[in-house]
């Protein structure tokens, strides 16, 4: 259980940081490209990746390059998102993105849709439609225009992302080795774009991004290693994850950052709680 609370608690830390860093006007792309060197260098320390894997990559290196541009890009929607709606409900999307890969598996792969599962993704188009929800506002400010389409590229980016990994997997690419190998590239293309575009350095981001990365492979090692050690129970670990940082966040961000939700969020909230239990029970 202490690798699971670690997960969660990391997990949430990261967008807590986000959050901090769009309050104080700090470019969040510098902060990410200087946490994937941490990333990158944990990755080999914790996880070991097996090098001899890299001939063996093949076709995968399309999946990886996808990977390299998705991550970073992810992570900045993910704070436009936290800036514009919060993280509670971005913390949300991001735990309902497990829709996609069972979407894709059915659409795409050929799986059989149970009636369980139906009823889960159902759930979860709720949820996400009643998170994304806002009130008109009269001065029809951007920000508020905006909110919804973050919110929705939360969602559907780090959907693409499962994906990505889960193919990788199944061409037998050790999960380390991808990892160390996407992380590599992610933060070498970011870097390229940032060089391109000359921006212009801000040494707090900077100083962030090593508390990005630790926090970032903090999160993947933790939930690796509680899925190893809680082997023969998957269910706690993948619903504890799941509901645990829906949680976790709603109580910073309501307690901590006196986020508002109204209470149709609210009942997003719980329908993505509901979502996750049935999908691993289906």
Known sequence: MMYLMIAVLCSVAVSVLLKILRQKNIDIRQTIVAGYPVAFL?????????????????????????????????????????????????????????????LAAFLLFGEVLTGTRVFGLLLGLLALGTLVYRPQHADGSKQATRAPVWLFSVWVGYGIIDILFKQVAKQGTAFPLTLFVSFGMAGLLLFIYLLLTRVRWQGNALIAGLLLGALNMGNIYAYVRAHQVMSESPSIVFTGMNVGVIAVATLIGVGVFKEQLNRINMLGLLLAVGCVAVLFLA
């Open 42 to 102: 944990l990755t080999w320390f914790l996880l070991k990746p097996d090098f001899s894997g890299l001939s063996a990559l093949g076709n995968a290196w399309g999946i990886i390059i996808a990977l390299g541009v998705l991550l970073p890009a992810v992570f900045v929607v993910l704070g436009r998102a936290i800036e514009s709606v919060g993280m509670v409900a971005t913390d949300a999307a991001q735990r309902l993105s497990l829709i996609i890969p069972i």
